[in-house]
């Protein structure tokens, strides 16, 4: 799966994901792109999934029309993050186009 990993979402889960293409958006020049424009350029360049830590995405844009599958990690903090990592592995494994998901896990 192509996976875009948005701002904010911390780096070193790309090692866990081997079995995916992970690009971030600062790499493929888009970090100053908006969300709204950021899933559409996203889409149009076959990224299956947006790892996101914006959880305010959901209200902001309408998603119903979106293919590219997104998944919303609530908490920033890549020590957490890192304790939970099969929890966000899973998450992504099993996203599907259009699908939607919020993780969250405490300490």
Known sequence: MLILFDQGTPRPLK????VHQVKT???MGWSEIENGQLLEVAEKSGF????????NLKYQQNLSTRRIALMIL???DWRIIEKH???????I???????YEEIAFGN
């Open 15 to 18: 090692k866990y994901l081997p």
């Open 85 to 91: 990592v099969q929890v966000v592995v899973h998450a």
């Open 25 to 27: 958006a600062w790499e």
């Open 74 to 76: 609530l908490n920033t």
């Open 93 to 99: 494994d099993r996203a599907t186009p259009s699908s």
């Open 48 to 55: 299956e999934l947006l790892l996101t830590t914006d959880s």
